[in-house]
């Protein structure tokens, strides 16, 4: 659960490896850290969020890296945000005294947040400042494959084995002998390192309390334009920062996590990279920041998947930050992945799978990025009614689905449910704007395919929709996405059958859902998995839509009660322990936070 005044607690580690739910999360809108309750940082990709890791010993321990800053013989400690910004405090306490360190992803002196442009200086900063009594400090940067380092102005010049192309300086207050130093402070005084890629800034003023007062300040402006006011606000605002920390600012694009291959579950093999640009994740995350007041940033996202659209001419089902083709999926041999669990993968496969649902998602974008009233250019007009097209088509032939399973295709219910998003959305912009084609004949569709959704996957044994247009009785959470995309109303007598049915059937026990049950509906890859949380925000919002307010607020509320002290939540949930599982943090699940928020708190007037 949030806490802005987290208790002292002791460092765990399990198998040599933090739990996810002790890490937080800082970043410049170009890439992003994880910073471990003891002072460790694992998980660094430079100079990109996609880019290769200059450490990632979160994915081993041994021979991944790590740039620690920590007190000798540290007994516990706390972390918390800065309150609005992404300013990250630890707290050690050590035998002989307190240390309090710092770190952020420094971002330029009056940087505008909301402008679509780079705001981040390209330099990580660790302040340390001993609170009370005496503390042994160490600092070291182990980048992953080695690293030299030779003295270089005020600091180091730091070559990283595997990154010729890194250009790094390690700068300080305090001497740097090399690439590993202790320091004894006394209460009061500090240590300050600051790492620089892309541009040597030895020459620059070495001023780490600015940078940081700097950074704090940027993300406060931003936070400025919150308007939310309803169930959770402190959770909620430390939602919007998280999604703002998953986001490429120059490009407008959004990684569904910033991480790769942490397991769901523990010693399992579906360990994906998240650090990419799927098309359904920026469709919703559209929909939770326009509603809070971050119409900036919803306009990026819908400018991006138009353009990436435009410059692939054929959906993909994600990009590249840039635009561009997802690289191959490949397996690292050499890193032994989080708490053992490989393979390790950098790439994704599921890059080329055939998931009908993204002519939905890229029709929404582009009905919603035109209602302001902008213009909508002949070409794209001409590329949107071939997704229209398309929709029309291609709705009873197989695909992968929005979870990508890597077993035989079939016809996924939520697959229709989005062609028919597709044809509703290009009629409505035809049909608004006086635009040539086939309007007329896309509305019929729509229509008729949201008969054929409600009578063809009802499976009367057993009273609920199925996740197959073929009716068979499988359960998929997917399904409670419908409503929301108005597809069916969740009020129709099999929605709500559905909605109920998949409450108790995909149960993972206190309002926890599966996606679906692996018995019932294989997905080419063994084992089980946990409880994917955004599907719990979705029943929140059924529960809403079906005038059960109670009941989602309780939902709601025990759904946020299990995010981390920092406020940052995983993909999936261990039913059996609560521990976090899979990439982290889930910019899904932090969608669902706000977005359920929101549904909640306008549900109060209705």
Known sequence: MLDTDPPFRPVRRADGYPPLEDLGLIGDGDT?????????????????????????????????????????????????YEPDTAVLVTELRAPSGLVRITDALALRAGADLSDDAGAGRAELVRSAVVVSGSVRLRAELEPRGGGQARALGSGLEVRALRRPDLRLHLRSNRPLTGLRTEHDLEQGDRLDLVLSWGRIHRHHRFAPETM?????????????????????????RRAVITLKLCDDWVNGSLVAAPTSSLPAPIGGVRNWDYRYTWIRDAAYAVFALRRVGFGE????????????????????????????????????????????????????????????DVYGEVLDCADQWLRPGRELQPALWSGLAELAEAAASTWRQPDQGIWEVRSEGRV??????????????????????????????????????????????????????????????????????????????????RMAATTAAIAARLSA????????????SPDGLPGDEGAFLLCSF?????????????????????????????????????????????????????????????????????
């Open 32 to 80: 992003a850290a994880l910073v471990g309750l003891d002072g460790s940082i694992p998980w660094l990709c430079l100079p990109r969020f996609d880019s290769e890791p200059l450490v990632c010993g979160l994915l081993d321990q041994a021979r991944g890296g790590h740039f620690t800053l920590t007190a000798d013989g540290l007994l516990e400690a706390r972390q918390f």
């Open 212 to 236: 940081l007062r700097d950074t704090a300040g940027a993300w406060r402006r931003w936070m400025a334009k919150c308007g939310y006011d309803g169930p959770q606000a402190a959770l909620v």
């Open 509 to 520: 026990g206190d309002g926890l859902l599966y996606r679906y049950l692996h018995e019932s």
């Open 412 to 493: 996924f219910t939520y697959s229709a449910g989005m062609c028919q998003v597709a044809l509703d959305r290009a009629a409505a912009i035809g049909e608004r704007l006086g635009m040539p084609g086939q309007i007329a004949a896309w509305r019929r569709e729509a229509e008729t395919l949201r008969r054929v959704i409600l009578e063809e996957s009802w499976d009367e044994k057993a009273q609920c929709l199925s996740e197959h247009l073929d009716g068979g009785g499988s359960l998929d959470a997917s399904l409670l996405a419908l409503p929301l995309r108005k597809v069916v109303p969740a009020g129709h007598p």
């Open 297 to 356: 940033e919803a306009d990026a996202f819908l400018g991006w998947v138009l353009d990436a659209f435009e410059q692939s001419r054929s959906p993909r089902i994600m990009y590249t930050l840039l635009g561009d083709a997802v690289p191959e999926e490949v397996q690292d041999a050499e890193l032994e992945g989080y708490r053992r669990s490989a393979p390790v993968r950098w790439g994704n496969g599921a890059a080329d799978q055939r998931q009908h």
């Open 538 to 606: 979705w029943l929140v919002d059924n529960l809403i839509l079906l005038g059960e307010r109670d009941r989602a607020g309780e939902l709601y509320a025990s759904l946020c009660a299990r995010a981390s002290p920092l406020g940052l939540l995983p993909e999936q949930i261990d039913p059996s322990t609560g521990a976090f599982m899979g990439n982290f943090p889930q910019a899904f699940s932090h969608i669902g936070v706000i977005a359920s928020g929101v549904n909640l708190a306008r549900s109060e007037g209705s």
